[in-house]
């Protein structure tokens, strides 16, 4: 079964770190561009970080300066390093990725299952 497992979230007071990784496993032939969404309550869905299979990165620039985005490609893992949390960070925290599947190595689109990040005092 193909799929994207995320951990690393949690509790963390404003000034503090949290990292995020994210592993995809199953039947994968390769991975394109991964990244981090998140959404906060009553809110949409947005970009936080990403990362293409060639190491390029762009960051929403709310977080830019404080969050890195990384990849292991040879452990299929992403990872989001968090500094400087804020209270406004908040948020349930979505690893996305584009899978290589299939002897025709077609792309599809998934998602993680969602870690919750909470900053506060």
């Known amino acids: 079964q193909v799929q994207l497992v995320e951990s690393g979230g949690g509790l963390v007071q404003p000034g503090g770190s949290l990292r995020l990784s994210c592993a995809a496993s199953g039947s994968i032939v390769g991975i394109n561009a991964m990244g981090w969404y998140r959404q906060a309550p009553a809110m949409q869905r947005e970009l936080v970080a990403a990362?293409?299979?060639?190491?390029?990165?762009n960051y929403a620039d709310s977080v830019k300066g404080r969050f890195t985005i990384s990849r292991d490609n040879a452990k299929k893992t992403v990872y989001l390093q968090m500094n400087s949390l804020k209270p406004e960070d908040t948020a349930v925290y979505y690893c996305n990725a584009g899978l290589l599947l299939g002897s025709w190595s077609r792309e599809y689109n998934y998602w993680g299952q969602g870690t919750q990040v909470t900053v506060s005092a």
């Open positions: 990362i293409t299979s060639g190491g390029s990165t």
